[in-house]
């Protein structure tokens, strides 16, 4: 009866793991810049880089990110967080591709 535990269990844990994003799925490279190489191994050790490229968000956004992030085991440190900061707005801001939050505040603006 243990040992069918112990297979359910590691079952579960095997599934669990595949279902996962794989990190190795390339998406669009990120852009070149001093901050390429740090937020390449903060973000890519969970998820792929089009989980970044894909979004277009403010820099308080980011910012929220990242502290999400960070919850979740991301390694940020406060020296370069900033900088961090402003490479993904730079980037992937707002005016960098059609962002969900720039359609937004256009269609709010147009009434």
């Not at 969970?46 to 910012?63: E, G, Y």
């Not at 940020?76 to 505040?105: C, E």
Request: with cysteine; charged share 20%; hydrophobic share 40%.
């Amino acid at each position: 009866m243990l040992q069918q535990v112990y297979v359910a269990i590691l079952l579960f844990v095997s599934v669990h793991l595949a279902s996962a994003q794989a990190p190795s799925a390339p998406g669009k490279p990120l852009p070149t810049g001093p901050m390429q190489a740090k937020i390449k191994a903060a973000c890519t050790q969970c998820h792929n880089a089009k989980r970044i490229t894909d979004q277009h968000l403010t820099r308080k956004q980011w910012s929220d990110q990242l502290d999400k992030m960070e919850g979740l085991g991301a390694v940020i440190p406060d020296s370069d967080r900033n900088a961090m900061l402003a490479y993904l707005t730079k980037n992937f801001g707002p005016g960098k591709g059609g962002a969900k939050t720039a359609v937004k505040k256009s269609a709010s603006g147009a009434n």
